[in-house]
């Protein structure tokens, strides 16, 4: 019979889970309140779509009968008035934000070409209200809560030896743009969303039994629906990591019929959703059609790809903060970028250096090819060089991958991170986000050029609800502090209980 003391790590698993979800949550939600509405990429575009995703609707959406134009609110379009001008503030729009104003706009700037799936746009545009700024903030909210929550459902179903190292695999690629984007009008909410918590399922499913391997199923089904709603490029990146699980996992003895027509079922949709939606042809066609590149003139293809190789590593660090956020205007300062990949680069090389299994090995070697090759390839079929058309966000997916093959899936349970690794991970990705919080705050309420330490004592724009900037920095601060210390000093616990370690247990030691 076991005692009460046995039960208690497990309570104190729960909890920590609770705690870690709950920090990501208040973190996301002073993300969304960081920036007015129209701050995200292409926002102007987005937002039309979303105030379309239920079609023809009096006074938010008026359909030409082309099918290729609508009428929509004037101030959607005007949202991002600050739009490649860093020292322009959100008071453009108003000093609370859009103001109401019965003006509309004739646009074809919009998803009325089905370039992008719908699903996204449809149940965002469940928001849309007359009050622009709230619906904004409750999309921004709806992303940010869907995020914490899958998270806290991975955190149940996940085994218990691998609960905070897919805590620390969820955080160690999103400072900054990740959280920047989570809480977003941005589709690609949903495909970092999906990104951050398919693989990590599927590693939960093939190595659970009973309930908790059913609901890792259904928690793989649905963050590949969430994906596929967003970004046809979700299905490829899906397919990677469904490989890369498969790989880690498989033996014959063990695939039950269930898994492969599991496995048949995510190969089949993802090959169908892709090549239905428009972004396929990029594959193909590249992202531009013009022909044109960054510098100018034409440059052969072996050419373009030894250029595009040596400027490669500025996507990746681009994607951890060397990039603008937004609309690429607001820059982050050098300590973002430099904590950001110091904690993500040390983690790959923490695993490169362990003692990983073959398989292991192999996987990871096949996502960091991944990460080289397939914006590579884009930008060759763009004639394009770094810089352009391809941007951090669409390979940030492939980063959250590498960190989680390097985190999640050893079976050894002999990689072990010091109590000062552990505090550098912790400081560096910390001071990374409450350094890049705090700049974009500062861009959109005093302006770029304006070194405002206290964002209290002056600004131009906040909306007319909610804490005040400074608030909202020292919330986000401490709560992606407190989630990233919970999944840091828990990563590696001592084993002392021999029928736990694959020495003197089970040869996978997860129960």
Known sequence: MKSLFDFVPSNKNKILGILFSLSIFISLLTWSLSSPVGSSPDDDFHLVSIWCGEGNKTGVCELEPNGKEAIIPRAIMASPCFAYSPDTTGACQGPTGVQPSDLTLKTDRGNFTGMYPRGFYWVMSH??????NASVVSMRVFNSALFSILTLLLFWFAPLRKKFKVSLALLVALVPLGLFIIPSTNPS?????????FFPSLISYFYQTGWKKWGSAILATTTLIIGFSARADSAI??????FIAILLNFKTSN??????LFTFSIVTVSVLVYFSAGQSSFATNGMNDSGAN????ALSDVK??????????LLWTGALGQWGLGWLDTKMPGAVWIGSFFAFSALIFWAIGGRLGRRNKVALAVVLVSVVAVPSYLLLRSNAQVGSYIQPRYILPLLILAAAVAIVPDRTFELKLERMQQISIIFCLAVANSFALHTNIRRYTVGDSDYLVNLDSRYEWWWQFGPTPMTIWILGTVFFAVAISIATTNLFPALTDPKNSIIGGRTNGFK
């Open 304 to 313: 373009l790809i030894i250029t595009n190789l040596t400027q490669l590593p």
């Open 255 to 260: 695939f039950k019929l269930f898994d492969w």
């Open 237 to 242: 990146y899906s397919l990677l990591a469904l």
């Open 189 to 197: 909410s949903w495909a970092i969303t999906s990104a951050c918590i």
């Open 294 to 297: 960054t510098a100018g003139f």
């Open 127 to 132: 928001f849309v209200s007359a009050d622009i």
